[in-house]
């Protein structure tokens, strides 16, 4: 079994549809949620679905390891960020050489990097009157939004778009395809 933890600071839409995706599974099994905002809606959804969830503060991500001692202790092969709006730190990236996983609401390189995230992404591909968006799957390295594309998925935009229908595209791209890019980059 492969084990997966997902990192989440949000509503987390897509940690919910991962996890469904992967209740089945003989092969690939969500262990974990991890959450580092205490009121992230994410929390609930855990609940709801049965899986463990654990909240975590900067300290506990940054200083005193306890997330790396928690996914050592869960023995998590890759580490899903869904929705996760932090830098991941050295010590991190040294354990899990690319098998960290993240997900980009545009079509990367574009409208990547520190403060773009969520609508704040929608909102700049709006007014920059784009005629494309899109979702970007990537490994994670040390930098925002950079790494390996391991996966694009475009949506079209008109003059009638705003970032809220925007958001509803992306998210139905997320819905259709990370759990199954998951899928073939964990399985190799
Ligand atoms: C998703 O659209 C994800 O692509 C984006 O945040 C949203 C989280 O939604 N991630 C980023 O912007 C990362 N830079 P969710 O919590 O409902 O899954």
Redesign the pocket.
């Known amino acids: 079994m492969i084990n997966i933890a997902i990192l989440?600071s949000?509503?987390?839409?897509?940690?919910q549809q991962i996890s469904e995706y992967f209740a089945g599974s003989d092969k690939v099994c969500v262990k974990c949620i991890i959450y580092n905002r205490k009121d992230a809606y994410?929390a609930e959804r855990a609940k709801n679905l049965g899986i463990p969830a654990h909240y975590f503060s900067r300290k506990d991500f940054y200083e005193n390891g306890s997330v790396m001692q928690y996914l050592k202790e869960q023995q998590i092969d890759w580490v899903i960020l869904?929705?996760f709006?932090w830098l991941v730190p050295e010590d991190m990236l040294a354990a899990y050489p690319d098998h960290i996983i993240?997900?980009?609401?545009a079509l990367l390189p574009n409208y990547g990097g520190k403060g773009?995230?969520?609508h704040h992404?929608h909102e700049a591909v709006i007014a920059n009157h784009e005629k494309e968006s899109g979702?970007t799957i990537h490994i994670v390295d040390n930098r925002y939004?950079c790494g390996t594309t391991l996966f694009q998925a475009k949506c079209t935009l008109t003059d009638e778009d705003t970032p809220d229908t925007l958001a509803e595209k992306?998210?139905l791209l997320?819905k259709a395809y990370f759990p199954m890019v998951i899928e073939k980059t964990v399985l190799g």
């Open positions: 989440a949000g509503n987390g839409t897509n940690a994410v869904a929705g709006l993240n997900i980009h609401p773009m995230y969520g992404v979702i939004d992306i998210h997320e």
